[in-house]
């Protein structure tokens, strides 16, 4: 079996960090610059180490129902479903080493460090070393290329952070029972700080090609300020 190790994506991190960091040789009684920009007073900050308790295998709508899959929705996931009951992992694209994809990756079983500055907010996921660099009041491009995380920008809408994604490709599931979607699909993130240690977030699926109608389904995250992010190897058929 052949082991794939990753990229490991604490480089562009990092390199900000760095970058906002006094050079060599600078006058020492000079003040010292902040490692990155800290948000403004009052803002929510969602910096720190979190976790889905809870992580979910199958998406439901937020009020407990199955997604409002279309005709061409429920073929396609009625075949992932039989392959994967005949044992067949090979149909899902993690076990290839591929990404999990918006919003899979808010519920997997693993950790992952929120980093919020004034330039913009970072996610670094455990799982498969997966990064997503996220600006503030950008608009989504019209004509980017698809991809795994699609194109995201953030604002806020009183104390709840809101990224709005567009341009993915068709290559992800949306959960690991193989919910399907494809390059129309736009994903909205919802995230509400209900007390210091715990997230109560939601994400907003719209997909025509597969859904008769948008819909919610509900996260909750909590803290983990003595948790650390481990190295994740990506094996082939290695489930994650």
Excluded at 56 to 77: F, Q, W
Aim: with cysteine; glycine share 6%; hydrophobic share 40%.
């Amino acid at each position: 079996m052949m082991l794939r190790r990753l990229t490991c994506v604490w480089a562009p991190v990092l390199a900000g960090f760095l970058a906002a960091a006094p050079a060599f040789g600078a006058d020492s009684t000079a003040a010292a610059a902040p490692l990155f920009e800290q948000p403004a007073a009052g803002t929510p900050n969602f910096t720190g180490k979190w976790l889905n308790t809870k992580p979910a295998g199958h998406l439901l709508t937020s009020d407990g129902h199955e997604p409002p899959l279309n005709e061409a929705g429920k073929a396609e996931y009625a075949k992932r479903q039989a392959a994967l009951k005949a044992g067949d992992r090979k149909i899902d694209p993690i076990s290839s080493c591929l990404m999990h994809g918006v919003p899979r990756l808010l519920y997997t079983p693993y950790p992952f460090l929120i980093l919020q500055t004034t330039r913009n907010i970072n996610f670094v996921h455990e799982a498969n070393h997966t990064f997503r660099n996220i600006y503030w009041g950008a608009t989504p491009p019209e004509d980017a290329d698809p991809t795994y995380l699609g194109s995201s920008v953030a604002h806020f809408e009183g104390k709840t952070l809101v990224i709005d994604s567009v341009a993915f490709n068709d290559l992800t599931w949306l959960d690991y029972s193989g919910l399907p979607h494809g390059e129309k699909l736009t994903v909205q993130e919802r995230y509400t700080l209900t007390d210091p240690r715990t997230i109560s977030g939601s994400v907003l699926i719209t997909d025509p090609q597969f859904y008769t109608a948008p819909w919610t389904a509900h996260f909750t995250l909590k803290r983990q300020p003595g948790m650390d992010l481990k190295e994740s190897v990506c094996m082939d058929t290695h489930r994650m």
